[in-house]
């Protein structure tokens, strides 16, 4: 990935919005929801016009399956991908389908060698398929499967060397998983190969009865723009980019979200 900066998630509910940002340079739209040989709606194709970079963002692919992933579902993101002249795709490390039925939601895997083994081959066989590299992004995970057998950091450095993917990472997952677990955000920052980072996720969340749930509906906050400049001190990403999908507010509140990132992260504003 070249150096963009700060992005936004293309959203059909905020395409104006994200139309009228004079300084962006990238943003994401998910891959199952553009049509790969008909017109791309308005707003998407007004972004390819001005020379914006879209990445097409995976959801349904389920690279974490023990099966084979879905030779039609890959066949559609590879289009997708060229359709969008996109430098890279991603997808998460997770499954959402198992036996024909389909959960979904993006569920996470038991930190197992039997499990990198399985999302190992399914991205090899998404790859094969692909006009352009492949970037991983770890879930947030409202539970943890017994008897792991790698850390967090070991389970995802091992899928990443073994595929030769690149990273995705959500720090607002990352504040999630430790905040559920009790843990130190930053440790994992301390355990990952940051020079993989093809770019970065950041979004809003609240708490629930206990738990903190990665919601995309609310404002992002301190302690998640925090970590964005923690992992910035350590490694600055080639770009990050707000992730908001519903309960969508005025574009003030937008701009702002944008705004914090940008200034957590040392990147100039792109509103």
């Not at 084979?68 to 997808?91: C, G, K, T, W, Y």
């Not at 499954?95 to 999302?119: I, K, N, S, W, Y």
């Not at 995309?216 to 080639?238: G, Y």
């Not at 980019?241 to 957590?264: C, Q, S, V, W």
Request: with cysteine; charged share 20%; hydrophobic share 45%.
């Amino acid at each position: 990935m070249a150096e963009y900066g700060v992005g936004i998630g293309w959203r059909p509910e905020i395409a104006g919005f994200v139309e009228s940002l004079p300084g962006l340079r990238f943003a994401e739209v998910v891959a199952e929801s553009v049509h790969a040989h008909d017109e791309l709606p308005t707003g998407l194709q007004a972004l390819l016009d001005r020379g914006a970079t879209v990445i097409p963002h995976g959801v349904r692919l389920s690279l974490g399956s023990t099966e084979p992933v879905d030779p039609a579902r890959v066949d559609h993101f590879a289009a997708v991908a060229a359709r969008l002249n996109a430098p890279l795709v991603s997808e998460h490390i997770a499954f959402v389908r198992a036996g024909g039925v389909e959960a979904g939601h993006l569920l996470p895997l038991p930190r197992t060698r039997e499990a990198v083994d399985a999302v190992v081959a399914n991205v090899r066989r998404v790859q094969a398929a692909l006009p352009v590299p492949i970037a991983l992004e770890p879930i947030a995970a409202l539970f943890d499967w017994p008897d792991d057998e790698l850390t967090e950091a070991q389970f995802l450095t091992e899928i990443l060397d073994r595929s030769g993917a690149r990273l995705l990472l959500d720090v607002a997952n990352v504040y999630a998983n430790a905040r559920n677990r009790g843990a130190d955000p930053e440790a994992l920052l301390d355990d990952l190969p940051l020079d993989r980072i093809a770019y970065v996720h950041v979004a809003g969340g609240a708490e629930h009865q206990g738990l903190y749930h990665d919601t995309h509906t609310d404002a992002v906050p301190q302690p998640v723009l925090d970590l964005v400049a923690a992992l910035c001190a350590r490694h600055v990403p080639p770009a990050l980019m707000l992730e908001r999908d519903g309960d969508y507010p005025p574009a003030p509140a937008l701009a702002a979200d944008l705004d914090a990132i940008a200034k957590a992260s040392g990147y100039p504003p792109i509103t």
